[in-house]
């Protein structure tokens, strides 16, 4: 049990509504934390946010925070977080929180921005068109996918030959759902020539959805590996989706769009050190 001088005011018998916002509920060595403050970090973390619901979850949700303030200023009292290396742990934690940051408020800008949403969503329609996909599964030793009874595991490599071979012969005419129902470790799919339907944003793996939203009609991936192991995939179609259906994901991906110009230009490298790309 850790046993530092703290005082926390997070109790049952006083009421959520007596306390104003400005009120610290949490003290250790000198430092504090608002009511405010204790709810904002419950809601920039979704993993806390239902416990904060349960009194007795609420109260050990606060000494998680408050054991966290103690140990901190028990540090800063001994100077831990002057210790250069420790500084840069700190830093580097620091730079992907502001990232994320970075990310979030480029998305919310761009929610707002109907002009370059419109623009992106015109001229990029395909791209916001729901896939209706087949595929062909060379499953790997260890896969997430259940194994086809009297069916050899294939290692990585192996499993990348196959997948490899497959697409020549598909590339050549072969016909897929033919070769789906002879090849495919997709037990659900394999009957029915590898036909999985309409792919839906965030439902896939993100390899396998990335591979069905970009290539064209009728064209094959190159394999693609998921925890499954390697898949060729063939779209067969796409179902246009309305512009305020994928409002939200046009705004995400012009925001990613945007990172990428400001990593195209924001740094440089020793070449000397790190070696030409």
């Known amino acids: 049990m850790y046993r530092f001088p703290l005082t926390l005011v997070l109790t049952g018998c006083l009421a959520a509504a007596e306390v104003s916002d400005a009120t610290r509920v949490i003290e250790a060595g000198g430092e504090g934390l608002t009511k405010a403050e204790f709810e904002e970090l419950v809601r920039s973390r979704p993993v806390f946010e239902g416990q904060v619901q349960n009194p007795a979850q609420k109260r050990s949700l606060g000494l998680h925070f408050a054991r966290a303030f103690a140990l901190e200023g028990e540090a800063r009292r001994r100077n831990i977080d002057q210790n250069p290396r420790v500084k840069l742990q700190i830093r580097s934690v620091v730079q992907q929180i502001l990232a994320a940051e970075l990310l979030a408020q480029l998305r919310a800008d761009y929610r707002k921005d109907e002009q370059a949403l419109r623009k992106r969503y015109d001229a990029s329609r395909d791209m916001y068109s729901e896939p209706k996909v087949r595929h062909i599964l060379i499953r790997t030793k260890g896969s997430a996918a259940a194994a086809r009874p009297g069916v050899r595991e294939l290692s990585d490599d192996e499993a990348r030959q196959k997948a490899a071979q497959l697409l020549s012969q598909l590339k050549a005419g072969a016909d897929f759902a033919r070769l789906a129902h002879d090849?495919?470790?997709?037990?659900?799919t394999r009957q029915n020539g590898g036909q999985i339907g309409i792919i839906h944003r965030g439902s896939m793996d993100a390899r396998f959805e990335n591979a069905a939203y970009t290539i064209a009609v009728g064209q094959v991936s190159e394999p693609v590996r998921t925890q499954f192991?390697?898949?060729?995939?063939?779209?067969?179609?796409?179902?246009?989706?309305?512009?305020?259906?994928?409002r939200d994901v046009v705004a995400n991906d012009l925001a990613h769009q945007e990172i990428d110009r400001i990593l195209a230009g924001g740094f440089k490298m020793n070449e000397e050190y790190f070696g030409k790309q």
Not at 183 to 188: G, L, N, P, Q
């Open 229 to 246: 192991g390697y898949h060729l995939i063939r779209v067969d179609s796409r179902e246009a989706q309305p512009f305020e259906s994928v």
């Open 183 to 188: 090849h495919s470790d997709d037990i659900a």
